[in-house]
C-alpha cells in the first residue's frame, strides 16, 4: 500500500470514528431517568492494582480539597484517595479489616473521619490522613449487649455539634446516639415488629432539607425502606421502597442518593442499582433500574434493568455533581464514575 | 477490498480501546402466584425500561426477536407449560432467558403426614405440601418447610384409592444458604391385600455446581408398575455432605419443599 493511499484510508477511518457508525458497542450507555441521566465509566480508577488492592469498596466521601476517599476492607491500604479524574494521590491504613462506614466530619474547620469496622466491633474517630481520635466500643452501658461480637456497626452520622449517631446494622440494629466526647446519651431502633423497629439498619444521615431541626433517616434494608426518626428517636414514618435492599442514603442538594445492594426479586444475583429521590422522598431516577411508577403514592415493586453493576455499596457525589460507585463483594473492582447527562 | 481493510481494523482497534463496554440486560420480571394451578394460570411480565420488550415462548425454545412479544397478562391452561422469557433492546445485549413451568393439580389429596420441620422453617405445616402455592424461590417464604435431619418421611393421603403413575416434588435450591436437592428419593405404595407399603420408585440427585442460582426444581419419579392405592409414602434424604465445591463443604445441607404432587 502506498502512503498516500494509508493516510486517505485512515482519514476515511478517523472520519467513521468521529461520526460514530452506529454500532451498539460504540453507544454511550446512559443510565436514569428524567433529569437524573448519566453516563457511566466503568474504567475511572487508575489504582494500580499491585500497588493499591481492594477487597469490598464500602463507602466513599469527597473532602473540602476535591479527593475522592474510598474505603476498603483491605488491610494493605484501607483508604485510597483519588483525584476526580482517578488517579492516585495517596493512601492510608491496615488496621480496619472490617472497614465498612465512613463519614466525613468538619469539626471547628479540621475534617475527620468516623469509619465503622464491623470486625474490630468498633467505630473509630480519625483525622483526614489517618492519626486515631477516638475508639468508641461497644456500647455495653445500653444493657443491650453482653459482648462486642454482638455489636457491627455499619454506619454513622454526626450533628453540626459533634453528636454521633451509630447504626449497629449487622449487629443489633439500634441506633446509638453518643456526645461529641463519645458519651452515650440514648438508643433507640432495634428488631421488633413495630414500625419503630429496624432490620439491617444499614445506614444513618441526617437531613437538613427542610429546614429547622434535622431529622436521622435510617436505613431499614432488608424491609427495603427508610425510616425516619426525631433526633431524640421518636420514629416519624417509612419510606417504603419495594424491591430495593438501600444501602446509605447520602444527601446532597435537594436529592437523596442511595446504592440499592440488590432487587429482591432477584436476591444474590448480582441484582443491584442506584436509586435517587427527590425532597418529598419520591423515586425520581433509578440508574440501572426500573422507571419509578407509583400507584395509589406507593411506589410499585423496583428492580436491576441493567447488569451494569453486581453489588452497589455506596454512592459519592462530587462538588460537580459526578457519582462514584462504590462496590461490595464484586469481584474487587474499583469504583465506577458517573457523569450527569445534561 | 484490500483497501477498506485498514480502516476497518483501525476502527475496530480504536472502539475495542475507547468505546464503553455493552451492558447486558437484566431477565425479565415475571409475576405470577404460584407455578401449581387448578384453574388457569395468570402470568404477567415487567420489565420498565424503555427501548425494550420481553420475547417469551411457550413451546419449551429459545425465544428469539421473532417470537411473540409481551403486551398483556397469559394464561396458561396446559400442564408442563414452560415459559421462556427474554429481554431485547437496541445498544444491550439481550437478558438471560428465564424459564418457568406451571403445573396442573393432580390426583386430590385427603392430608399430608410429615417428620417435624426445622422449627425455623415450620412453613404452614404439612398443610404446606398440598395448597397449590408455591415455585417462588424465596427461602423466607412461608410456603416451604426446610429440613437439616439426615432423613425426612411423608405420608399422603389420597382421598380415594386410585391409579397412580407419577410423583412430583418441588423443592427449592439455593446453594448460597446451603440449600440443596435431597441426595435420594424413594417412593412407596400401600399394597391394601400384603397390608404393607411396596417400592414404587427411587431417584438419586447429584447437587450440580454449575447451576449457581436460586431456583425452584421440581423432580418426577415415574413408574411403570400398575398401581392403585391411596396411600404413598415419599423417604428423603437431604444432602448429608455438602461437597468440596462449596464454601461450607463437609457440612450437613438444608432441604426446602414447597409441594408434592400425584398423578
Known amino acids: 500500500m502506498q502512503r498516500r493511499n494509508f493516510l486517505k484510508n485512515t482519514s476515511l477511518g478517523m472520519a467513521a470514528l468521529i461520526v460514530k457508525p452506529n454500532f451498539p458497542f460504540t453507544q454511550d450507555t446512559i443510565l436514569g431517568q428524567g433529569n437524573k441521566r448519566y453516563k457511566i465509566d466503568t474504567h475511572w480508577s487508575q489504582a494500580d492494582v499491585a500497588k493499591y488492592p481492594v477487597n469490598d469498596c464500602h463507602e466513599m466521601i469527597q473532602d473540602k480539597k476535591g479527593r475522592i476517599l474510598l474505603l476498603t476492607n483491605e488491610t494493605h491500604n484501607n483508604v485510597l484517595i483519588y483525584d476526580k479524574k482517578g488517579r492516585i494521590l495517596d493512601s492510608w491504613g491496615h488496621e480496619y479489616p472490617g472497614a465498612h462506614g465512613l463519614t466525613l466530619f468538619d469539626e471547628n474547620g479540621m475534617e475527620v473521619l468516623f469509619i465503622c469496622d464491623n470486625k474490630r466491633h468498633q467505630v473509630i474517630k480519625t483525622t483526614i490522613d489517618g492519626r486515631v481520635l477516638m475508639v468508641l466500643d461497644y456500647p455495653k452501658e445500653t444493657g443491650q449487649y453482653t459482648k462486642a461480637e454482638e455489636y457491627i456497626p455499619t454506619e454513622t452520622a454526626i450533628t453540626p455539634d459533634g453528636d454521633i449517631y451509630v447504626a449497629d446494622g449487622y449487629g443489633k440494629d439500634f441506633i446509638m446516639h453518643y456526645d461529641a466526647s463519645g458519651k452515650l446519651i440514648n438508643y433507640f431502633g432495634g428488631r421488633g415488629a413495630e414500625e419503630k423497629h429496624l432490620l439491617n439498619a444499614h445506614g444513618v444521615c441526617l437531613d437538613f432539607r427542610n429546614g429547622g431541626e434535622p431529622v436521622l433517616i435510617v436505613t431499614s434494608r432488608q424491609q427495603n425502606a427508610f425510616k425516619r426518626y426525631t433526633l431524640g428517636g421518636e420514629y416519624i414514618n417509612t419510606i417504603s421502597l419495594p424491591g430495593a435492599w438501600v444501602c446509605r442514603p447520602v444527601i446532597k442538594g435537594d436529592y437523596l442518593y442511595s446504592a440499592v445492594l440488590q432487587s429482591n426479586s432477584r436476591l444474590w444475583q448480582h441484582s443491584g442499582f442506584v436509586t435517587i429521590l427527590d425532597k418529598n422522598y419520591k423515586v425520581v431516577s433509578n440508574l440501572a433500574g426500573s422507571e419509578p411508577t407509583y400507584e395509589d403514592g406507593k411506589p410499585d415493586e423496583m428492580y436491576q434493568t441493567i447488569k451494569c453493576f453486581s453489588y452497589p455499596h455506596d454512592v459519592c457525589i462530587d462538588d460537580e455533581e459526578n457519582l462514584y460507585i462504590a462496590q461490595w463483594n464484586s469481584d474487587k473492582v474499583y469504583p465506577y464514575k458517573l457523569t450527569p447527562v445534561i | ?263
Open chain 2, 1 to 263: 477490498m484490500k483497501k477498506l481493510f485498514l480502516p476497518i481494523l483501525i476502527l475496530l482497534i480504536f472502539n475495542n480501546c475507547y468505546a464503553q463496554q455493552t451492558f447486558q440486560l437484566a431477565p425479565p420480571m415475571l409475576k405470577y402466584h404460584s407455578i401449581f394451578f387448578q384453574t388457569p394460570a395468570m402470568i404477567s411480565m415487567q420489565f420498565a425500561q424503555p427501548d425494550t420488550k420481553i420475547f417469551f415462548t411457550l413451546n419449551g425454545k429459545e425465544p428469539t426477536q421473532n417470537d411473540s412479544y409481551y403486551n398483556q397478562p397469559l394464561e396458561i391452561q396446559k400442564s408442563f407449560t414452560t415459559l421462556k422469557a427474554k429481554v431485547f433492546g437496541d445498544g444491550f445485549l439481550p437478558s438471560e432467558t428465564v424459564a418457568i413451568t406451571f403445573i396442573k393439580d393432580g390426583l386430590k389429596i385427603k392430608s399430608v403426614q410429615a417428620t417435624e420441620p426445622n422449627e425455623k422453617y415450620p412453613g404452614n405445616g404439612a398443610q404446606t405440601l398440598f395448597d397449590n402455592e408455591g415455585g417462588v424461590a424465596n427461602s423466607q417464604s412461608k410456603n416451604f418447610i426446610g429440613y437439616q435431619t439426615d432423613s425426612v418421611v411423608i405420608n399422603v393421603s389420597l382421598e380415594k384409592k386410585q391409579k397412580i403413575t407419577s410423583v412430583l416434588l418441588d423443592f427449592l435450591r439455593d446453594y448460597g444458604s446451603w440449600i440443596f436437592l435431597p441426595e435420594s428419593v424413594r417412593v412407596y405404595y400401600f399394597d391394601d391385600k400384603k397390608n404393607e407399603f411396596q417400592f414404587l420408585a427411587e431417584k438419586k440427585i447429584v447437587a450440580d455446581s454449575s447451576q449457581q442460582s436460586s431456583a425452584t426444581v421440581f423432580e418426577i419419579l415415574n413408574t411403570n408398575k400398575k398401581v392403585l392405592s391411596s396411600k404413598i409414602k415419599i423417604v428423603l434424604k437431604p444432602l448429608s455432605f455438602i461437597p468440596a465445591w462449596h464454601s461450607a463443604k463437609g457440612q450437613h445441607g438444608w432441604m426446602f419443599i414447597d409441594e408434592i404432587k400425584i398423578y
